[in-house]
């Protein structure tokens, strides 16, 4: 489960990734060509319930939960500590990600509890279709969450599934998959091209910072262009 950990991106390149935003990850990623364009993210429906905590990044550690009926009487009722086995197996900063089964989620798997509980196993943060609650005491210890809901109550919630492919906002996502996650939503980045990601972005970056220095002179006057082009 999860990827070998000489494949893995030490810290400092981790570091380097979550220097840039995801959108700005995202143009880099673009200029590899090997994805579509309108792949790869989360959609609108995850929110990030703390946009303060910045940017963060981790493999993925993945499962499927149910909230609206018992697990005793659920036949795809799995040990929840399953996935504290895949928290322990995946090296490397983790993202834990959900996928609810029920929709509308009507209990959330994700409070204080497990976050305390996956901050101790390495998760910088759970990303979920389903709900999260006990926001103050999630913001407090730092724990990244991006979910499609809020809600009051766990319901009956019990696992059905960890350690295969989910789909969360439209986002498939693998064990293993390297995630970065921030205000923004979730993207997923290719393992191939992580290292060069950083660099790819500070081009990008470099070109938009001369747009906009062009358009913030106080010299432009609607018209102006560079070599015959508007930049």
């Known amino acids: 489960m999860g990827i070998s950990n000489n494949e893995l991106l030490n810290q400092d390149e981790l570091d380097a990734l979550c220097k840039w935003p995801t959108p700005a990850i995202a143009n ?56 504290i086995d895949a ?18 989620a009507v209990g959330s798997w994700w409070g204080e509890v497990n976050s305390t509980r996956h901050t101790a196993l390495g998760g910088v943060g759970v990303i979920t279709d389903g709900g ?29 599934e960890v350690g295969g492919p989910v789909v969360v906002g439209g986002l498939v996502i693998s064990p293993g998959d390297l995630l970065v996650a921030d205000q923004h939503g979730a993207i ?13 972005a500070a081009a990008i970056e470099e070109k938009e910072r001369k747009t906009i ?19």
């Not at 981790?58 to 939960?65: E, L, P, Q, W």
């Not at 724990?143 to 499609?148: D, G, I, V, Y």
């Not at 220095?213 to 082009?229: E, H, L, V, W």
């Open 28 to 83: 880099a990623i673009e200029t590899f060509d090997i994805r579509s364009r309108t792949t790869g993210f989360t959609g609108s429906d995850v929110v990030c319930r703390f946009p303060e905590l910045g940017i963060r990044a981790g493999y993925a550690v993945t499962a499927k939960m149910r909230a609206s009926t018992r697990p005793e009487d659920d036949s795809d009722t799995i040990d929840r500590d399953l996935l």
């Open 188 to 200: 997923q980045v290719p393992l191939e091209i992580a290292r060069d990601v950083p660099a790819a």
């Open 132 to 160: 999260v609650r006990d926001l103050d005491e999630m913001r407090e210890m730092g724990f990244l969450a991006l979910s499609k809901h809020v809600l009051v109550s766990h319901g009956y919630m019990h696992l059905v």
């Open 213 to 231: 220095a062009f358009y913030r002179d106080p010299s432009y006057q609607p018209g102006d262009r560079i070599d015959g082009k508007y930049p």
């Open 87 to 104: 928290m322990l197996a995946q090296a490397g900063p983790k993202f834990v990600v959900i996928q609810d089964l029920d929709q509308p």
